[in-house]
Every structure is written in C-alpha cells, then in structure tokens.
C-alpha cells in the first residue's frame, strides 16, 4: 500500500492559447538568470564591473544549450536516427535531454570567446559563476520531473516518485526520485564551492575544479542508480565513466595549478575600479583623499583670514599715524 509518494504532474505543459508554456524550458530558464545573478554577485566582490558576467553568458549559455543537446543526440543516437524514430526530434529540446557534460565543454568554449573579447583571464570568470551554475543544474533537474523521466529504480519509500505516463516505454508505478537527488547534490556542491573559496581563496580555476569533482562523485552515484537506457562499457553506464575521468582530470587540475599558481588573481577585470567597480579599500582610499583635501581647503581659508586681519590693522594703524601727524601739525 503506497502510504506517501511525490506526484508527477499530469502534463509537463500548458498553453497559453497558441502559445505552449513548457516546464522544462521554465526550469532551464529560471537556472540561467540564478546562474548569472550569483555569477554577477561574485564577480564585483573579486573587483569586477557588474554586467560582465551577463554579458559573457550572452555567449556561454547559446554555446551551452548546443553543447548540451548535442551530447545528448550523439550519445543516445538510436533515439532519433534508428528505424521508426524521426530524426527532426533531436531538435526538439523542450522535450528533455540536455547532456551537462557536452553544455559545461561547449559553454566553456562560449565563455572563453566572451572573456577573451573583454580581456578577462578565463580561470577567474569560471571561479566566480561555478556555485551558480550548480544552483541552474538543481533547478534545471526539475525539468525532468515535468517531463516525468530519468528515474530510479523502483522502491516504495515514502519520497518515491509516481510516474503515471507510459508513453516511449515507460512503466507506470512508484521509482527513487533520481531528479531530486541530483538537485540537492547540486545544491549541496554550491555550498561547499563557496565556503572553500571563502575559506581558501581559491583562485586561477580552482573553484571551478572543485564544483567539476564534487559534482561528478554526486552524478556516479545518482547515474548508477538511474534505469533509463544508456550505453554500457564494461558494466558501467557511459555516463559513470565520464563522470571517472571528469573527477581524475578536475582533481589533477587543482593539484597542479595549486603549485604552478597559489593564490588568486589580483586583478579580475582590466580597468574595473576605473569605471567604477572599486572595492572597499578603493573607497577607503577615495574617502582618506576627499578627507585631505578638505583639510587643505580650510588651511587655505584660515591663511586668507588671516591675511584679512594683518591687511586691516595695518590699514588701522596707518591711520592712526596719519591722525597724530595732523594733530601736531
């Protein structure tokens, strides 16, 4: 007897007349402007202009979306080249199936062409939007409950997921939510990823390194747990061994770069605090300055006050003389 379980919605979308609201595009949507908002949030704080981050994401997320679908299509090919399947599917990806690993290396491919374009070191901008991006893939994960896919295998905990729909194969019944398991991951890697940069200034891509490898343990094992058709190598899923090699690479990157380049980069943006970017010790700066010169104005006045008073009693005491020469006379 099923006591408790987490619906999955009767339809993934609604129409607004001719006009189709779809949830997973909302989800993927939603993720972006968090993304960019805690991105732009983080980059100031490093010392750049708010808005270059958005600007940068101009080119990141487009390059992301292909990167994403194109993963996707590639890996799962048989889904829309095989006998009886329309290839004009692969273009529909408001109907799920945005691989991460193809959106991060063709985002990242995005973002280097913006960064590059404003002079902007590319290790830097990944640090700053690394816990966003995570928060964009929690919510993002949503989108695969209004399309009620990519599940577990079948449990009867009472956070189970319902799946009612039995449309490309699918089994009505009650499945580990693995949506939602990836999407506190996810939340849980933002969170670390900013406590360890508070905590270890970390710089020169480190950040982005450590939100790589601390998602890729959190995907092995929400992956191995999935039940949806995949490739496999050697018993694993194809995307358990990317995750493998993703982690080794990320975590060879942090070791490296911690001994060719400890610390963190000074200067994020070229000309930032010119235009306004400037930081605290700027504005320490900038009120010692105003201080000072406030002080020499009112030197400056104080010296013409008395040059006033000399000025008159010497005018006082000319007179004086000049009365008495008169009197004697």
């Not at 490739?231 to 982690?247: D, E, K, P, S």
């Amino acid at each position: 007897m099923e006591l408790a379980y987490i619906p999955s919605p009767s339809r993934g979308v609604i129409h607004l007349g001719p006009i189709p609201l779809r949830g997973y595009a909302f989800c993927i949507i939603i993720g972006v402007f968090v993304a960019v908002w805690l991105g732009n949030k983080r980059w100031i704080a490093r010392g750049g202009r708010s808005g270059t981050v958005a600007d940068i994401a101009v080119w990141a997320v487009p390059f992301g979306l292909v990167g994403g679908r194109l993963y996707h299509v590639i890996t799962d090919y048989e889904l829309y080249f095989s006998e009886g399947r329309d290839w004009v599917d692969a273009f529909k990806i408001w109907e799920g199936g945005l691989g991460i690993w193809g959106a991060i290396a063709l985002g990242g491919l995005g973002a280097w062409i913006g960064c590059r374009r404003r002079g902007i070191p590319m290790p830097a901008y990944a640090d700053a939007v690394a816990p966003g991006i995570a928060l964009a893939q929690a919510i993002g994960r949503w989108g695969n409950w209004f399309n009620q896919e990519l599940y577990g295998r079948e449990t009867d905990v009472p956070w189970a997921l319902k799946i009612t729909s039995s449309t490309d194969g699918r089994v009505p019944g009650t499945y580990h939510p693995t949506f939602l398991y990836e999407s506190l991951w996810c939340i849980g890697v933002a969170v670390l990823v900013i406590w360890a940069d508070r905590r270890f200034k970390l710089g020169h891509g480190r950040a982005f390194a450590l939100y790589v490898a601390s998602y890729c343990v959190g995907r092995f094992w929400v992956e191995y747990m999935r039940v949806d058709d995949a490739h496999h190598i050697l018993g694993l899923r194809l995307n358990n061994w990317t995750a493998l090699i993703v982690f080794l690479l990320a975590v060879a990157y942090i070791v490296i770069s911690a001994k060719k380049r400890p610390g963190r980069e000074a200067v994020v943006e070229p000309g930032a605090d010119a235009s306004g970017g400037a930081t605290e010790g700027d504005a320490d700066a900038d009120s010692d300055s105003t201080a000072g010169a406030k002080d020499e104005d009112a030197k400056g006045e104080a010296e013409e006050d008395v040059e006033e008073d000399v000025k008159d009693d010497v005018k006082d005491d000319v007179k004086d003389e000049a009365g008495s020469a008169t009197k004697k006379t």
